[in-house]
């Protein structure tokens, strides 16, 4: 699996709306450039996530193949008490 441009492109395009566009139209008052700077970390804080997540299921970390000697092993050093000590 690599990277597709369209998830890419309309996440981008989403957060970016959040994060440019929004901003304008907030509300006049006291509380305008608080509000303005909320919505841009929020937009770039959620794409950042997003695209941390998307990249993370390219290269999927997989845990090691262990044989059955070392299972016995493991579980026989971990103290599991299924383990009756025979192969």
């Given at each position: 699996?690599?990277?597709?441009f369209?998830?890419?492109?309309?996440?981008?395009?989403?957060?970016?709306?959040?994060?440019?566009?929004?901003?304008?139209?907030?509300?006049?008052?006291?509380?305008?450039?608080?509000?303005?700077?909320?919505?841009?970390?929020?937009?770039?804080?959620?794409?950042?996530?997003?695209?941390?997540?998307?990249?993370?299921?390219?290269?999927?970390?997989?845990?090691?193949?262990?044989?059955?000697?070392?299972?016995?092993?493991?579980?026989?050093?971990?103290?599991?008490?299924?383990?009756?000590?025979?192969k």
């Amino acid at each position: 699996m690599g990277a597709s441009f369209v998830p890419i492109t309309v996440f981008t395009v989403l957060w970016g709306i959040v994060g440019i566009v929004c901003p304008i139209f907030a509300p006049k008052g006291p509380n305008r450039g608080i509000i303005q700077v909320v919505l841009m970390l929020t937009a770039a804080t959620c794409w950042l996530f997003w695209l941390c997540a998307y990249m993370a299921q390219m290269n999927p970390l997989i845990g090691p193949r262990l044989n059955n000697d070392t299972l016995i092993w493991i579980a026989h050093t971990w103290g599991n008490p299924y383990y009756n000590g025979t192969k």
